[in-house]
């Protein structure tokens, strides 16, 4: 659910940094508000108006239940792009708030509230420093929302913590920490060792005067589980995603090629404790 090309832009330079969080901050707003027209046409067909997919597996909320029940309750969508899991939401019962740092994807969450005539409050911000109360709402969620962007997750999971109420559900999906070591292809050439999983470096790409224009970080699993309970959350499960069979659709490095060997897509079912 990342970036719209598999192979950075001709002239741009890329590699790996130890980039901190403003940088990151930069280049995803670059990044995401002049790719946002490009990436709802090639992948809003598949996510839809009004849909909730957790990834390109096509794994739905509407069959996976990772939210429990949503019904009467205040939604917290995480970087929501497009705002089409919060659409979905409202159809449910939920009252969503979706947020995201790009006006070029709340743009198109407009174009998309246009079309279906659901409407959804749309804020923009940083989820690094969230512009909501304390323990304000009630569950919150994220389909590739900002979690894989920024330089530092465990802020994530934390401004998360403290706007949850007691007992709310965190459930958020990211790119599975294993591709880190991958090639970024679907097929056979993505199924060889290239990079150390324990290579915390940010991929980034800068444009020729040294603007970083694309960054994708990395946690391992360890990690992960670290930022999780270092913000107070409990972890109930990492869901991972199978490649359903049959299925021929490509998505950057997902597909059912490599889809039938490896994971690409982690999904954490964390809970602030209640009481
Ligand atoms: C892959 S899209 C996911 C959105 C939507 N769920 C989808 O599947 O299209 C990633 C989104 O995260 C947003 N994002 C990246 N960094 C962010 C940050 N620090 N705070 C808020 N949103 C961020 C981007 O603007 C983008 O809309």
């Known amino acids: 659910m990342c ?24 280049a995803s707003r670059h990044y995401w508000d002049s790719e946002a027209d490009a990436y709802q046409l090639e992948h809003g067909e598949f996510l839809g108006d ?32 497009a705002a089409q899991c919060s659409r979905w939401l409202t159809s449910q019962g939920a009252r ?22 659901v409407v959804v409050p749309l804020v923009q911000a940083d989820a690094t420093r969230l512009p909501f109360a304390d323990a304000s709402v009630d569950l919150a969620c994220s389909a590739f929302g900002a979690v894989p962007f920024v330089a530092e997750p465990a ?4 401004e998360v913590a403290r706007v949850l109420r ?7 999906s990211t790119t599975h920490p294993f591709v880190w070591c991958l090639p970024d292809e679907p097929d056979e050439a993505g199924m060889r060792i290239i990079h150390s999983y324990f290579d915390r470096r940010s991929y980034t790409e800068r444009e020729a ?22 913000a107070g959350l409990e972890l109930l499960d990492i869901v991972e995603p199978e490649w359903p069979e ?14 039938e060997y490896v994971p690409s897509t982690s999904i954490f079912v964390t809970r602030r404790p209640a009481g």
């Open 3 to 26: 970036r719209v090309e598999t192979t950075p832009a001709v002239d741009a330079a890329y590699g790996y940094e130890d980039l901190d969080d403003g940088a990151a901050r930069v």
């Open 50 to 81: 009004a849909d909730f997919v957790w990834s390109p597996e096509g794994l739905r909320e509407a069959d996976a239940r990772l939210l429990g029940d949503v019904a009467g309750r205040t939604v917290l969508e995480v970087g929501c792009g």
């Open 96 to 117: 969503p708030i979706a947020f995201d740092m790009s006006s070029g994807q709340l743009r198109q969450a407009r174009i998309k509230e246009g079309r279906t005539g």
């Open 155 to 158: 802020a994530v999971m934390r």
């Open 166 to 172: 007691p007992g709310g559900r965190w459930v958020f």
């Open 209 to 230: 005067d040294g603007t970083p224009s694309y960054v994708e970080t990395h946690r391992t699993i360890g990690d992960r589980v670290r930022d999780v309970v270092a």
């Open 246 to 259: 049959g299925e021929t659709r490509v998505w950057g490095q997902w597909g059912p090629v490599r889809g």
